[in-house]
């Protein structure tokens, strides 16, 4: 009995990825944790490993085709005791493949439909409802797995798979007794904002506006397509206001040198442990602040708000082909020099492409800098499910009045954009004052 292996969901959010490189070919033998394929996402390059044991009979999508849906079908695995050089029936597997091409083709070319109200449930949303709930119904496993369930009398609908989107596999078959009791199965529901459907574009196609001979026309890569999604989708659903304060920052500037000029050897003898930066110093005390004034630490639901008990804080990182935020997950307990290494490796794997999913999607809040660039000022968009995000400009050399004093001091401004069903103005306020607090005394991190 043939299976489909299919296009696989590497992340809550992916709905496509390009399948870069196959690690195999058409007759191979596999087994489950072999690596099949790499498949490049809109923020990294991951491998696909196999979750069962078979002879690959056909590779159905080409090495580098970009923009597979996830649960295309992109290979025949031949199961126990079919001949791999024999012929392989994938009329359905073509046919799924030739269904989501014509489905994508029309929805293209279709005029946009009138929306429904809420009270008249539409022919489409009842048949989806439909598939969902036999979908739902359904025991998903592998050949493999369904033989050795027959041969040892284990109910498959009593197992927890643990493979792709929980298909049971042979190790779930042979872990479990016959007749064993259903175990519960974790489920993660996905709220609706989630699902980072924009609103369709109501402004023209810039290129009615100029000649082909006028402009070079530079394709979207699937980074950008998901920046573009996400960040549309942030501005249009979530009600953004913004509160921007200075701060001083002489005291942090010589206490980084002072840390930095203490810095011990690393393992090598002559590359420094650490080496601080002054954004290192602004995610600590952002973490901190979060934990001041944890009203800001929050994420919005339709039902409730999420009061988050760590500061995992995102820090957003320049790549050439766009920007990604990966996240330093319990900020507020680590301490400079550990915080600074994290960051610095986060970075270098961003711009390989070789972060984890769960390594920049989900976070409680994130800073933006673009001081090294000489920014004095901006704002950010939220990143959802955050519910604010701090937009840092660069330290600059002006006068103050201190004590009725005019004196020089280095002022670096920070906004914070906030989600107002979250916080309020106070409420941000009372954080930016904490915020300040850290970052002119950075002394105060240690209390």
């Not at 009203?295 to 708000?305: F, L, P, R």
Request: proline content about 6%; charged content about 25%; glycine content about 6%.
């Amino acid at each position: 009995m043939t299976t489909q292996i299919l296009m696989p969901a590497l992340s809550p959010t992916m709905e496509e990825g390009k399948l870069a490189k196959w690690h195999v070919k058409e007759g191979d033998e596999v087994h489950s944790g072999d690596i099949l394929a790499e498949i490049e996402t809109d923020k990294a390059t991951m491998e696909f490993e196999a979750v069962d044991e078979g002879r690959i009979g056909k590779l159905l999508v080409a090495e580098g085709a970009e923009g597979v849906k996830v649960n295309t079908p992109i290979a025949i695995l031949l199961g126990e005791g079919e001949d791999a050089n024999s012929p392989v029936d994938i009329s359905t597997a073509m046919s799924s493949i030739k269904a989501a091409v014509s489905a994508e083709a029309k929805d293209v070319k279709a005029e946009p439909a009138p929306q429904p109200t809420a009270a008249e449930p539409t022919p489409h949303s009842e048949a989806r409802a439909a598939t969902s709930a036999s979908k739902d119904e359904r025991v998903f496993a592998s050949p493999l797995a369904r033989r050795i369930a027959a041969q040892k009398g284990v109910d498959l609908a009593a197992l927890a798979g643990s493979g792709p989107r929980g298909r049971i596999v042979k190790a779930d078959v042979e872990k479990a007794q016959p007749g064993a009791a259903a175990k519960p199965v974790a489920s993660r529901s996905t709220p609706a904002a989630v699902s980072e459907a924009s609103a369709p574009s109501v402004l023209p196609d810039a290129r009615l506006f100029f000649k082909p001979d006028e402009y070079e026309e530079i394709p979207h890569d699937s980074m950008r397509k998901a920046i573009a999604k996400r960040l549309t989708a942030s501005t249009t659903s979530i009600p953004h206001f913004y509160l921007t304060i200075d701060c001083r920052i002489d005291a942090l500037l010589a206490a980084r040198k002072r840390l930095n000029d203490a810095s011990p050897k690393g393992p090598d003898g002559k590359t420094a442990a650490y080496k601080l930066s002054v954004n290192d110093f602004l995610v600590k005390a952002a973490a901190l602040a979060l934990k001041k004034v944890p009203e800001v630490n929050a994420s919005w639901t339709d039902s409730a708000v999420l009061r988050h008990k760590h500061a995992d804080v995102g820090v957003a990182v320049a790549l050439d082909f766009g920007l990604i935020t990966p996240i330093v997950f319990q900020a507020e307990d680590k301490g400079l020099a550990v915080l600074s290494n994290e960051v610095k490796s986060l970075a270098a794997r961003a711009r390989d492409k070789k972060l984890k999913p769960q390594e920049y999607e989900g976070g409680t809040f994130a800073i933006s800098n673009l001081g090294m660039f000489g920014i004095s000022h901006f704002t950010a968009v939220i990143n959802p499910p955050h519910a604010g995000i701090l937009a840092v400009g660069a330290g600059v050399e002006k006068p103050v009045v201190t004590a009725g004093k005019i004196e020089i001091a280095t002022v670096m401004s920070v906004t914070m954009s906030c989600d107002h069903r979250v916080i309020d103005g106070a409420t941000g306020s009372r954080f930016l004052a904490v915020f300040k607090q850290f970052v002119e005394d950075p002394a105060a991190m240690l209390l």
